[in-house]
């Protein structure tokens, strides 16, 4: 029996029947899509995610396509071809996510629209977000080679990304804030943990070097607006040593899957390193 991966990012093209206007950002509604299909089958993981309040094992985008129509409306038609993306980052939600790959529901809703999907894939030759592997695999090519890793990163990324630091959000890729985060998230998850260093590491020795960056306010819970960053952010490791430099390029790939920053799980912060 083939095992199941522990990172999975699975991506539903979805259009709608008609043309359908919905908010400008989808991301809760995704979160409670995500939910609602791990429930109809296994209820009580469904129940476990949405309750724990430490980090969770998934992320969420928003619908990406349509058109923007108003300050916070998007239009969808039936000749266009949207998309959704959801990430596991244990084998828990993982196996859900290739279930659904395989057996994709006819229709899903967001925000009370109907939208038919098209296709459902995990295959990255298929859709350039979809993809999956393991901790190990992600691991292997830098922990267990001798090879001098990059000691130039370069993350893009694709939805609004922000940091929470002392009760405030910062929409700045910081190399410490991203780093420190990558680090928080596979040690949540994965069986090959990290040294704790990584992150003064990574504040003492990795320099935001150069960017290409907008923000962009996203209305979240309560209408309040999230400020965050789109675009590129490239970094430099300063002294080039192999052990560090392939730590922080193990957790430049695992981006594509844990996403970075702040509110992950209903569309903020999807990210992928650029090699």
Known sequence: MEKTPDLTALVLEVAPKR?????????????ALLLKLIAATEPALAEDLHTKNERKPFTCSTLVGGRRQAKNERVYTPEETAWLRFTGLDASVS????????????VVELDGQLFEVRTATLNNDTHPWANQSSYEALSAPYLLSHRQP????????FSPTTFRSRGLSHPVPMADW????????????????LPEETRGYADERVVLSRYQLKTHAVPMKNKIAEMGCVGQAYYVILDKDRYWSAILNLLADYAFYSGVGYQTTVGLGQAQRIK
């Open 150 to 157: 990059d000691s130039h990163l370069q993350l893009s990324f």
């Open 19 to 31: 043309v359908t206007t919905t908010p400008g950002h989808l991301g809760r509604a995704a979160y």
């Open 178 to 193: 991203v780093f420190g985060n990558l680090w928080d998230f596979w040690n949540a998850f994965s069986p090959v943990p």
């Open 95 to 106: 196996a859900h996510l290739c279930r659904l790959a395989e057996n994709p529901p006819d």
